[in-house]
Each structure stands twice: as structure tokens, then as C-alpha cells.
């Protein structure tokens, strides 16, 4: 089991951002996906998190209305599109599953991919 986070890099503020979460090994269409980010120092922090089916989707309040979580299921992948970005949505940014149903409080299984760094600055 393999998650694969790509998409990160530098963009100015008010910029856009799409990020990737590939899974290889399993099939992405019964689980939930996660994402999650973290500044050195300060605890990680979930962003979104898009359910397997029917179930919720959840994004953290400071991102509500910039960020949108989708999945293709075809290329098992979930996608976090991220406009409007500011410089406090710089961090590092994991996606994370092995539950099927996100919760609101993001707790998730044990699967973690890698990170990619996302940095917003002039």
C-alpha cells in the first residue's frame, strides 16, 4: 500500500495550487482520503477529507471556500485544489488513508504518503 503526494511548489499569494494523492496497491474507491498538512514546530493539522462513497466530506474552517477535495476513482487519485492560497497555507502537505469514512474529527488509518512542500510567498 502506497500514497504518492505530488503538486506542491512556490506560488505567490492568491495563487492556485492543485495537489495529487495516487495510491498504488489497493483500490482507492473504498476508502477515504485525507489530507493534512504541517509547519516544523506546530502540530499537523487536517485540511479535507473526501469519503469513500456517500459518506462526508469535511474541510478544516480556515480553508472553507478556497479548497476543494475531489477523487477519480478511474485513476485512483485524490485531488485537493487549493485557490486563493495564502502565505499561512505554506507547510508541507501529507495525504493519509485506511479508514472508509472520514471523520470530523480527521482521525485516519495508518497509511501516509510523503508530503510535498507547498509554499506561499512573494
Known amino acids: 500500500v502506497q500514497l504518492q503526494a505530488s503538486g506542491g511548489g512556490l506560488v505567490e499569494p492568491g495563487g492556485s495550487l492543485r495537489l495529487s494523492c495516487a495510491a498504488s496497491?489497493?483500490?482507492?474507491?473504498?476508502?477515504?482520503i485525507g489530507w493534512f498538512r504541517q509547519v516544523s514546530g506546530k502540530e499537523r493539522e487536517g485540511v479535507s477529507c473526501?469519503?469513500?462513497?456517500?459518506?462526508?466530506?469535511y474541510y478544516a474552517d480556515s480553508v472553507k471556500g478556497r479548497f476543494a477535495i475531489s477523487r477519480d476513482n478511474a485513476k485512483n487519485t485524490v485531488y485537493l485544489q487549493m485557490n486563493s492560497l495564502k502565505p499561512e497555507d505554506t507547510a508541507v502537505y501529507y495525504c493519509?488513508?485506511?479508514?472508509?469514512?472520514?471523520?470530523?474529527?480527521?482521525?485516519?488509518?495508518?497509511?501516509w504518503g510523503q508530503g510535498t512542500l507547498v509554499t506561499v510567498s512573494s
Open positions: 493519509a488513508t485506511g479508514v472508509p469514512l472520514c471523520y470530523s474529527d480527521y482521525r485516519i488509518g495508518n497509511y
Open positions: 473526501i469519503s469513500s462513497s456517500d459518506g462526508p466530506t
Open positions: 496497491g489497493f483500490t482507492l474507491d473504498y476508502y477515504a
